[in-house]
């Protein structure tokens, strides 16, 4: 079995008008995904999902036009050796580091994909797990800046549902940031947990004044407080507070990145994303490293029923496997354009899909309602 022939298809759906989630990076007005799609010379296919990286134009023509006939011929069941020769020609030289780790990942999870399919076995069972039922956070675009009051109506809603884990968003300003978690905190009591993400809005001024109230709330983690490369900014938070554990991950790309904060001690949650950080293939090696040093894995979630499929997969066959990132955007067909792919139960958990490989059945026609739209996705001033 052979790679024929590898296809990134950019989608989007744009927000309806003066509907949108204000967060530390901006205020979304649209949302962007890749899927993308391997065939192979014995019929069977592939998808997987490759996170747009704020410029999904650039990604898809990185998949088709360089990463497309760089694989043509391959086995599509080596994926290490996939994952090789893109290090070799794109991660590691010419300076296309995160475009090509975004395009790889996408490749990386349609390959699984077919893996799974080629065995007959969906993919936790593939990757050594088992269905275990595992604990879920309310996530994605959703809980960002508004009145406390409104804040704490939308997260009873979600506990409701049965969520026991909830996310907030940080990055507005200091006061606003911890008004919003002690209304939350107030409103729901010690049994929900907590988390708080400041989408790297921060400098170390406003964590030295927020991170003090966070220890208060007993958050569960801050995540993301600077930018990714801010390597000692996140050394000299981790001092403030230690009851406060610093989360980070989405904006890392590759091992190297992660072995760059298992050095720093900073970081101890690791938050990696299958559609970015190089596919299931190297999100496996992040995490028995993390292992090692005791560090738990809470993955980042994309858009799309692809990406979360995956990701229950992969925390299913984990040892230091925590929460799922469950994306409850209130705005974000694209999460459930192949069907619903998680569901809450009353513990408060969810599980893998249980058919063979990511498990879901792509209806490519669903792809016309979702035309790619230019531009960015966020209005940074707001």
Sequence with gaps: MKIKRITAIPLSYRLPEGQTVKV?????????????????????????EAHPGRSPGAVTSL??????????????????????????????????????????????????DIRGKAANMPLYRLLGGSRKRMPAYAGGISLGFQPPDQLVEEAR?????????????????VRDDIARVQAVRAALGPEVDILTDANTAWKL??????????????????EEPFSALDFGAYRTAAAIDARVPL????????RW?????????????????????????????????????GIPLHPHCSATGINHAATLHFLAALDNGGYFEACV????????????????????CVEPPDRPGIGLEIDEKVFAEFPAIDGPGYVVKF
């Design 24 to 48: 530390g990076v901006g205020a979304t007005i649209k949302r962007d995904t890749i899927v993308v799609r391997v065939e192979t010379d014995a019929g069977l296919t592939g998808y997987g």
């Design 63 to 112: 998949v088709n036009g360089t990463l497309d006939p760089l694989l043509a011929g391959m086995d599509p069941c080596d994926v290490v050796g996939v994952w090789a020769r893109v290090n070799r020609m794109q991660l590691s030289s010419h300076g296309l580091g995160a475009g090509a780790a975004l395009a790889l990942s996408g490749i990386d999870l349609a390959l699984w």
């Design 157 to 173: 809603g979600y506990v409701a549902l049965g969520y026991r884990a909830i996310k907030l968003r940080l990055g507005d300003n």
């Design 205 to 222: 001024a406003d964590a030295r004044r927020v991170i003090p109230a966070l220890a208060e709330a007993r958050v569960g983690w801050l």
């Design 247 to 254: 989360a980070a991950g989405e904006n890392h790309y590759t």
């Design 257 to 293: 990145d992660f072995a760059r904060l298992l050095e720093d001690k900073a970081v101890t949650i690791f938050q990696p994303d299958l559609s970015k950080t190089g596919g299931i293939t190297e999100a496996l090696r992040i995490a028995a490293m993390a292992s090692a040093f």
């Design 329 to 348: 955007s209130k705005f974000n067909p694209l999460r459930d354009m192949f069907g619903r792919t998680f569901s809450i139960g009353a513990d408060g």
